[in-house]
C-alpha cells in the first residue's frame, strides 16, 4: 500500500495549472520518495538527470501513462526543482504541539 506524502505539489503549485500532461507530471513528482529527491544535483546534465530518474525513454522523453504530449528532460528539469523548492518549504512547515 502506497502511503501518501504530506505534500501535493500536484495541486498546490500555485503556478499556471497547465494541460493534463503537466498534471500528470507534477503527480509523479510528488510520488518520488524524499531519499530519492535528495539525490538530485542541479548541476547534472539532462542525461545524468534521466539515468537518476529512470524513467525515460530511449527517444529521451519521460514515460507518464497516458498523457496526451511528450515531457523532455528540460521541462521534467523545470518542475522538479520547483517540486523540491515546494517539497522543502512545506516539510518546514512547523506542526503545533497538542
Known amino acids: 500500500m502506497m502511503r501518501m506524502p504530506a505534500w501535493n505539489y500536484a495541486q498546490e503549485h500555485g503556478g499556471d495549472p497547465g494541460d493534463e500532461t503537466a498534471a500528470d507530471l507534477r503527480t509523479y513528482l510528488d510520488r518520488i520518495p524524499d531519499p530519492k529527491i ?26 507518464l501513462p497516458a498523457s496526451a504530449r511528450s515531457v523532455d528532460a528540460a521541462e521534467f528539469r ?3 526543482e520547483a517540486s523540491i523548492a515546494y517539497r522543502e518549504a512545506k516539510l518546514r512547515v512547523v506542526t503545533p504541539a497538542w
Open 78 to 80: 523545470r518542475e522538479l
Open 38 to 63: 535528495r539525490q538530485y544535483r542541479r548541476e547534472w546534465t539532462d542525461d545524468e538527470v534521466m539515468v537518476w530518474c529512470g524513467d525515460f525513454a530511449d527517444d529521451g522523453y519521460l514515460i
